[in-house]
C-alpha cells in the first residue's frame, strides 16, 4: 500500500515539477543580439526622429548602424493594453535619459511595433504623444531574434562598441518606475 | 526502508510544493492572463450575408446589465459590429484594446461600435475588466448560443464566432464585411477606410 502511495506521489510530483519547468520558459526567453542587430528596420519618416537615430535618406537601416553607446529598444504593440497604460511610463523614461547629460548623447532609445503597420503604429504615437521613434514592424521580423513568443512589452539594452552589439539587459512587462528600469537597463557603472 | 521510502516521498512533495508557486508566478508575469488555442484553421463557416443586404436586427446583454438592440441606432449611427471567437485568447485580447485608442476614428464617421461573442455574460465581464476600461459595448451571444453569429454566417462549428467585422449604415444595411482568418486582427487602417466611406 505504501509503495502505491509512494508511486502516486512520484508522478505528482513530477508532473507539478514539470508543469512548472514548461510555465517558466518564457522567463528564460533568449534574444539572438546578432539576429536583432542585423534586422532591416523601417526607418523613420519624421525628421526630428531621423535627427535623432542619425539617419539620412535612407529607407532601412540596421541597430548596429547606430552612433551610441548604449540601444535601448522597447517592443510594443498598438494593440497590447499594457504597452498602452505604460505609455506615459515609457515617455517618462525616455525624459530620464534626455535630461541626464551623461546619457543624452550615449543612449539612443526607440520602439520597435511588432506585427504593427505604420497606420497602428502612428495612432499609438499620436494618442501617447510618444517622442521617440517609434517603428512599424508588420511582418513580425523582430521575432526572429527571440526564442519565444516575444511578450510586450519588452525592453532590451545593448552596447553598442563600433556596431558590435550586446545584450546588457532584458525587461519583460510593466515599468511602473521609470527610474528603476533605467536603472536596471543601463551598463553597469554607466550612470 | 520504509523509513527511506518515506523520506524519499517528503521531498518530492516538497518539490511539489516549491514548484507550485513558481507555475503561478509564471501565469502572471505575461500581464495577463491568457489561453493559447494554437494555430486554428482561419475560417469555418459560410458567409451568409454580403454588402448591400439588411443587417439582422438583435437584442443582446452586455457586460454592464444593459441590453442592446442593434435598430435602436437606426436613422442614429453607423453601427461597427466586432465579433470575436472568445475570451482570454492571445489575439482577442489585443484587437478590441486597439479599437479603445482609436475611438476618434468611429467618431468622426458618427459611428459606434459593439463588440460580440458567444461566451456569457461573467467571463465577458472578467475578460473586458482585464484589459482596461473599454468605451463601446460589449455583448454576449451565448444564449441561444451564437444565433447572432449564425445569423450573420459566423458562427463556427465550434460554436465560436468567426473574427469577423460588419459595417452597417445608418439605413441599417451591411456596407462592408470581412470575415476575416481567426489567427490573425484585421488591420487597423482597413476598418478606418471603411469608416471613412461612410457619410456623416
Known sequence: MQKILLGITFVIALVSVGVAFAKEAPREMKVNVDVLSGLNLAAPTGSDEKRYLGIQNEKTFKLSDLKADTIMVQIFSMYCPICQAEAPHVNQLFELIQSNPQLKDRVKFLGIGTGNTPFEVDVFRNKYDVKFPLLPDDGFAVQKAFSENVRTPTFLSLSNKAGNLKLNAMHIGAVKDPGELLQKLLPKGGK | ?200
Not at chain 2, 460589449?138 to 459595417?167: I, T
Open chain 2, 1 to 200: 526502508m520504509y523509513k527511506a521510502t518515506g523520506r524519499l516521498a517528503t521531498v518530492f512533495i516538497l518539490m511539489a510544493l516549491i514548484a507550485l508557486p513558481a507555475a503561478l508566478w509564471a501565469a502572471q508575469s505575461a500581464g495577463m492572463n491568457i489561453y493559447q488555442p494554437g494555430e486554428l484553421k482561419p475560417t469555418d463557416s459560410v458567409a451568409a450575408l454580403k454588402p448591400g443586404t439588411p443587417a439582422p436586427d438583435f437584442t443582446l446583454p452586455s457586460t454592464d446589465g444593459e441590453k442592446v438592440t442593434l435598430s435602436s441606432f437606426k436613422g442614429k449611427k453607423n453601427v461597427v459590429l466586432s465579433f470575436v471567437p472568445a475570451a482570454f485568447t492571445p489575439v482577442c485580447s489585443q484587437q478590441w484594446p486597439g479599437y479603445n485608442i482609436a475611438k476618434d476614428f468611429f467618431a468622426s464617421s458618427d459611428a459606434v461600435l459593439i463588440g460580440i461573442s458567444a461566451d456569457n455574460v461573467p467571463t465577458l465581464y472578467a475578460w473586458t475588466k482585464d484589459m482596461g476600461d473599454l468605451w463601446f459595448p460589449v455583448v454576449s451571444d451565448f444564449w441561444p448560443h451564437g444565433a447572432v453569429a449564425q445569423a450573420y454566417g459566423v458562427l463556427r462549428n465550434d460554436g465560436m464566432a468567426e473574427r469577423s467585422l460588419f459595417v452597417i449604415d445608418k439605413e441599417g444595411v451591411i456596407r462592408y464585411a470581412d470575415v476575416h482568418d481567426i489567427n490573425s486582427a484585421p488591420r487597423l487602417e482597413d476598418l478606418v477606410k471603411e469608416l471613412q466611406k461612410l457619410g456623416k
